[in-house]
């Protein structure tokens, strides 16, 4: 079993892994690690597996500078993992998964990495399947990976030992579309029926300039929800590479033909998720975010998409918590909640001891850790 780094394999090589393999989803794509490459990451350490002369598998990785910890992992909030071609013999597969270790750890160790986070994501075929979603990742059975992931207030709060609930939010698109607005909250019917009555029309107009508009409602939503937003450019890019293959889909919320919200959307093997959504503050009166979500769910079920994903919820923290205010609305929409499939290996487990007894002082004391529990990244 060979190893290549990224930047010797190009796209013509790397995609048909993607399509060949159960365990890849559209962030493991060659394009998607290119452009995953430009924000924030110190070092793309992806890489691809040879065996025999051939391709048999592909490993995004990428290290980062988190606050201030050193971060090593398949994807940060965009999962991936090592993803090989199906059928490969029981023999093969160990050996590819034992040469990708060797390999995480090796990166870890040269970047003076204090943990590496790996993962798998919930769309990729393999773990549409309930029965695979019960399995241990080998990484946790071998490897000594605590599974899952610890939360605070404003996001990963990494702890041995501790982990929080966070729960990916899938609808299942199978079932008939008065079947799946049943399923909706009460209040988000309310909300959906409200935005019809005045008149909101989804549109997908597929233009040159889309995620230029796109960017312009993103800025005045950050105003209001003191969201950071990357360049321009980085959403130009990903709509220049993805939008004419349809694995990019931006969708808008207009009324009186003036677009009053925006959802951008991944598309990838028969499933779609939520990427990021805006909206304009003077128009949220007409409940645009409702209305483009269960629109954005009817036009995925129509055109024979199986799942649609609105990504984590966190049901177990204290509804004062950012995480949880930012989150909630994901629930609303009748998805079925599925945990998401993640987890650490601590190589400088001192560092997390003070944060981590300071919050679970905080939790046990029944008292609400919003305030600071220090900085680990």
């Given amino acids: 079993m060979k190893l290549e780094m990224f930047s010797a394999v190009d796209a013509a090589s790397w995609d048909p892994i993607c399509e060949a393999s159960s365990e890849a989803w559209f962030f493991h794509r060659h394009s998607w690690v290119e452009i995953e490459s430009t924000l924030g990451i110190e070092l793309n350490a992806s890489f691809a597996l040879r065996s025999g002369g051939a391709l048999v598998g592909v490993a995004p990785l990428y290290c980062i500078v988190n606050g201030s910890e050193r971060l ?35 990166v870890a160790s040269n970047f003076g990495a204090h943990r590496i986070q790996l993962n798998a994501h919930n769309l990729c ?109 980085y959403y130009a890019q990903i709509w220049r590479r993805f939008g004419p293959a349809g694995q990019c889909r931006l969708l808008f919320a207009e009324h009186d033909g003036v677009p009053q919200a925006a959802l951008m959307l991944f598309a990838d093997r028969a499933a779609i998720t939520f990427a990021a959504g805006v909206a304009l503050s003077n128009g949220l009166a007409l409940r645009p975010n409702d209305f483009i979500h269960w629109e954005a769910i009817c036009l995925a079920r129509r055109e024979g998409f199986t799942h649609y994903r609105l990504g984590p919820t966190f049901p177990e923290v204290p509804d004062s918590w950012p995480i949880a205010r930012v989150s909630r609305f994901k629930s609303k929409f009748g998805g079925r909640a599925v945990p998401i499939i993640q987890g650490s290996y601590f190589l400088d487990t001192p560092r997390y001891l003070e944060p981590g007894i300071e919050m679970l002082r905080r939790l046990c004391a029944g008292a609400d850790p919003a305030t600071s529990v220090g900085d680990v990244g």
Wanted: hydrophobic letters at 40%.
């Fill in 72 to 106: 090593v992992h398949s994807g940060f909030h965009r999962h991936t993992g090592l993803a090989l071609v199906d059928g490969l013999p029981a023999g093969d597969v160990r050996a590819a998964r034992d040469q990708y270790m060797k390999q995480v750890f090796k």
């Fill in 125 to 233: 075929p393999a773990n549409r399947d309930p029965r695979r979603r019960a399995e241990l990742p080998f990484w946790v059975l071998d490897y000594g990976f605590h599974l899952g992931l610890a939360f605070g207030p404003m996001g990963v709060q990494a702890t041995p030992g501790l982990a929080t609930c966070n729960a990916d939010q899938l609808v299942d698109l199978s079932i008939a579309e008065d079947a799946l607005f049943a399923l909706l909250e009460p209040a988000c019917r309310r909300a959906v029926r409200k935005a019809q009555k005045a008149g909101l029309q989804l549109s997908e107009p597929r233009g040159e300039r889309d995620a230029e508009v796109y960017y312009s409602i993103a800025l005045d939503s950050a105003k209001r929800t003191g969201e950071f937003l990357p360049p321009l450019n």
